[in-house]
Antibody
Framework: QVHLQQSGPGLVKPSQTLSLTCAIS??????????WTWIRQSPSRGLEWLGR?????????DLAVSLKSRISINADTSKNQFSLQLSSVTPEDTAVYYC??????????WGQGTLVTVSS | DIQMTQSPPSLSAFVGDRVTITCRAS??????LNWYQQKPGKAPNILIY???SLQSGVPSRFSGSGSGTDFTLTINNLQPEDSATYYC?????????FGGGTKVEI
């Protein structure tokens, strides 16, 4: 059974960097068939795909163009986890952030969600 | 980006009713359409993938149909536990995109 456990702060100051981690159990970040994804949800934007990282003989990152200058998603192979970093945050980045596994083109497993509030 | 448009935004129905939610893609996505159910405070839960495959463990009263740009999610014999918000999502191309959701009240 796959389990995704999110961790990271729930409050970030404007202009700082949001950092979240998603620990994987029951699968490997090196999977050749899965993609490790970050999605966020807010009342104003709904469900918004942020990006994914996956391994296909090399690491591939696929990121939302609208965030490309601010976002990075990285795998930590030693800890079997992946992370999200979003820099220069504003109150518009306030949302519930989810990690998820994409397999067979759908998201069958999700993290528990982290409400991140951007406020001074 | 492919835009996903759901309708209606919300609906109210009775136990035992049949309800239909529609999702339209801004371009053809073949069968690469997923449906999720989300309850308050929880992550979305996959119901149907690569339309119309039913996820294991999902009750058979849920069904999906469609291909190309127009898709429907049907819930037969609506049950109290089906009260939730339903989202469609395309997996045809990146970036993945979601519909705006349909809130079902019972």
């Amino acid at each position: 059974q796959v389990h995704l456990q999110q961790s990271g702060p729930g409050l970030v100051k404007p202009s700082q960097t949001l950092s979240l981690t998603c620990a994987i159990s029951g699968d490997s970040v090196f999977s050749h068939v899965a993609a490790w994804t970050w999605i966020r949800q807010s009342p104003s934007r709904g469900l918004e795909w942020l990006g994914r990282t996956y391994y296909r003989s090399r690491w591939i990152n696929d990121l939302a163009v609208s965030l490309k200058s601010r976002i990075s998603i990285n795998a930590d192979t030693s800890k079997n986890q992946f992370s999200l970093q979003l820099s220069s945050v504003t109150p518009e980045d306030t949302a519930v952030y989810y990690c998820a596994r994409e397999l067979g083109n759908s998201y069958g497993y999700w993290g528990q969600g982290t409400l991140v509030t951007v406020s001074s | 980006d492919i835009q996903m448009t759901q309708s209606p935004p919300s609906l109210s129905a009775f136990v035992g009713d049949r309800v239909t939610i529609t999702c339209r893609a801004s371009q053809s996505i073949s069968i690469y359409l997923n449906w999720y159910q989300q309850k308050p405070g929880k992550a979305p839960n996959i119901l149907i993938y690569a339309e119309p495959s039913l996820q294991s463990g999902v009750p058979s009263r849920f069904s999906g149909s469609g291909s190309g740009t127009d898709f429907t999610l049907t819930i037969n014999n609506l049950q109290p536990e089906d009260s939730a918000t339903y989202y469609c999502q395309q997996s045809y191309s990146s970036p993945r995109t979601f519909g705006g959701g349909t809130k079902v009240e019972i």
